[in-house]
């Protein structure tokens, strides 16, 4: 059974942190591609952050460069996303994905597997 389970959401402070863990199963982690990608209410969902499945190559929003920092453990099947200087517009639910392409897609469709989604409020 595939699961993909976000932890470290939360509340913090515009200018603060968070890291976000997945953890992943039921499928070959080192093989598939992963990213993390967010929903604010009444937006679409967009993508955040990707690493390839090797982690040999990352990509980031214009939105979040300088700020956020995607990583990825192959040995303990887990992806992690660092935010840093957290502003009031990253106030959203943030869901990793798999892909099992290398190379992470843009489009949502892309992606073979979700995680329920954990909420980060940024706000003072």
């Known amino acids: 059974q595939v699961q993909l389970v976000e932890s470290g959401g939360g509340l913090a402070q515009p200018g603060g942190s968070l890291r976000l863990s997945c953890a992943a199963s039921?499928?070959?982690?080192?093989?598939?591609?992963m990213s993390w990608y967010r929903q604010a209410p009444g937006k679409e969902r967009e993508l955040v952050a990707g690493?390839?499945?090797?982690?040999?190559?990352?990509n980031s929003a214009d939105s979040v460069k300088g700020r956020f920092t995607i990583s990825r453990d192959n040995a303990k099947n887990t992806v992690y996303l660092q935010m840093n200087s957290l502003k009031p517009e990253d106030t959203a639910v943030h869901y990793c994905?798999?892909?099992?392409?290398?190379?992470?897609?843009?489009?949502?469709?892309?992606?073979?597997?979700w995680g329920q989604g954990t909420q980060v409020t940024v706000s003072s």
């Open positions: 994905a798999a892909t099992g392409r290398l190379l992470t897609p843009r489009v949502p469709a892309s992606y073979d597997y």
């Open positions: 039921g499928f070959t982690f080192s093989s598939h591609a």
């Open positions: 690493i390839s499945a090797t982690g040999g190559i990352t």
